[in-house]
């Protein structure tokens, strides 16, 4: 079953004119914000100020008491993701266009080797992501090490413009890799100037928490939270900063879903440690109750790794991003229909691991961390765009509204609301976890988002490149239209790691030069 609204083919035309002018809106950028017109040309933001004045062949949009904030940026999405003995439903195309009606203009996704060479699993992605409609840039998954991997780990930096390397300490006898792998895998990131993430569980351990699940007769979705239970994600994220302090490299934890993988993140970068932690918008908003739920479709939808946790590690990481002990939001989008989850029917481990959320961050985001008071409206830039942007190295090109940035920006009213749901999502999904989250206008906000988990505020106006894809509820989206983003080497996380080097050698006081015996 396919949402009545999503997009098969093209929605609209996607063509615009090439000279915009947004008036008289709030201009949020991560660090301020300013009442003032923004004015576009052939894609480009050309200038920001308070009065502008153009001719009549330019577009004006009037976003008078709205915000004017640069368009999202997606961390975290697995689009036509081949798990499981699935295929993802939502492709580069279906996936991008629901994101653009969610105010996201430009995402991250996962490419997954073949047969461990990097190389073929870049061309296939290559291939996937013909039908794209806005920019995306790539990670590259590392399954296998041997001077092969070490030395087209060089070519994707170094040519194919991809500057993160991804390594999956669980799903083992599939994804997983040893922590001998781990530590080759992060001293050649070091040496590229490439960013190590990490997906952190215990894969063995997981495996015996599976095992016992089955033999305690437990099958169903509550299964696969009990077998992985947060003390694994826990020590998993523990192991991974500690060999990436051992390396001295920076490290990105991705999908960080527990107080205990939150506070080993926390405590090393109290020390001083480079270390990113990424939420995704399902281990903010939800939690694990619904994996008890007595209609098995329903359960099996919130079925993701690591799991969805028990309340309260929701608050405790809505809390760590609102410090900064958190910094961006991904989503982990990843979607798989009723039909493919319910190849696990009988037994929780074929359930394919992953739910929505690339439609529905910016707005979830909104309601629940600033809606509630816990971040400014320049601190939801910096959390769902900005960030993104510098720790890939593409800022300030996208995650800024500056003149020279992209013109990739959003217009969201804070006054109005809608009702999240899959009959109306543009994802190809036939549920979404967050079904049923609305908002009405002119109540208490904190009462309102506190006792139902209302949604307030609403994203009018999507701006990709210049274009105006998603305005008036429609989206005006054609394949072909995304672009490539390359992510150059060597972030702002690696400043200065050649002087604690250098300190740390200077340290040794060795080697001890000792006087040889005579015989």
């Known amino acids: 079953m396919r949402s009545k609204h999503s997009c098969e083919s093209a929605c609209g035309t996607g063509i615009p004119s090439s000279k915009l002018l947004i008036k008289d809106g709030t201009v949020v950028n991560a660090h301020h914000q300013q009442i003032a ?9 050309v200038v920001v100020n308070p009065t502008i004045t153009v001719g009549d062949d330019v577009k004006v949009i009037d976003a008078t008491g709205k915000f004017v904030m640069p368009g999202g940026i997606d961390p975290h999405t697995h689009l036509e993701f081949e798990f499981m003995n699935s295929v993802t439903v939502d492709d580069f195309f279906s996936g991008q266009a629901a994101a653009l009606a969610g105010g996201t203009t430009m995402h991250i996704d996962f490419v997954i080797p073949i047969n ?29 090490w041997d001077e092969t991997v070490s030395k087209e780990m060089e070519i994707m930096v170094k040519e194919k413009g991809i500057n993160s390397f991804k390594f999956f300490m669980a799903y083992k006898g599939a994804l997983m890799i040893s922590d001998e ?7 050649k990131c070091k040496s590229l100037g490439a960013l190590a993430m990490v997906h952190a569980e215990n894969g063995d351990a997981v495996f015996e928490g599976q095992k016992k699940m089955i033999e305690l007769g437990i099958t169903g979705p509550e299964g696969h939270a009990l077998s992985r239970p947060a003390v694994l994600e826990g020590e998993a994220t523990a192991r991974a900063i500690r060999l990436a302090d051992f390396v ?50 329903t359960a099996a939808k919130y079925v993701m790794s690591p799991p969805i946790r028990k309340s309260g590690h929701d608050k405790a990481l809505q809390a760590a991003l609102s410090r900064g002990v958190l910094q961006l939001v991904g989503t982990d989008h990843c979607t798989f229909n009723s039909t493919q989850k319910a190849l696990g029917i009988d037994d929780f481990r074929y359930i394919p691991n992953g739910v929505n959320g690339i439609e529905e961050r910016m707005h979830v985001v909104w309601d629940t961390m600033v809606e509630s008071g816990q971040i400014s409206v320049t601190d939801y830039v910096r959390v769902t765009s900005t960030e993104c942007a510098r720790i890939f190295n593409i800022y300030p090109r996208k995650g800024a509204i500056l003149p020279g940035s992209d013109a990739d920006i959003i217009i969201l009213n804070p006054n109005s609301s809608f009702e999240i749901t899959a009959k109306s999502h543009h994802s190809r999904l036939d549920t979404n976890v967050y079904e049923g989250r609305r908002g009405k206008p002119n109540m208490d906000f904190s009462l309102v988002s506190y006792v139902s988990g209302l949604s307030m505020g609403k994203i009018e106006v999507t701006i990709a490149g210049g274009r105006v894809v998603w305005e008036n509820n429609e989206l005006k989206v054609a394949p072909g239209t995304g672009r490539y983003i390359q992510t150059p080497p060597f972030n702002y996380l690696f400043d200065g790691l050649d002087k604690k080097d250098a300190i740390y050698l200077n340290s040794l006081q060795a080697p001890v030069k000792r006087a040889k015996s005579s015989t």
């Open 248 to 297: 001295n490299t920076p490290l990105y934890v991705v999908h960080v879903m527990s107080i205990d993988a939150m506070e080993e993140i926390a405590k090393a970068r109290k020390s001083g440690q480079r270390v990113i932690g990424e939420p995704i918008v399902s281990g903010l908003a939800l939690d694990e109750s619904w994996l008890w739920h007595p209609d098995f479709e």
């Open 116 to 144: 461990g060479s990097l190389t073929a699993g870049f061309e296939a992605y290559e291939n996937k992501a013909k039908k794209s409609c806005m920019d995306y840039g790539f990670h590259m998954a590392i399954t296998k």
């Open 181 to 187: 792998l781990l530590l080759e895998g992060f001293k």
């Open 37 to 45: 017109d923004v004015y576009i040309e052939d894609g480009i933001i």
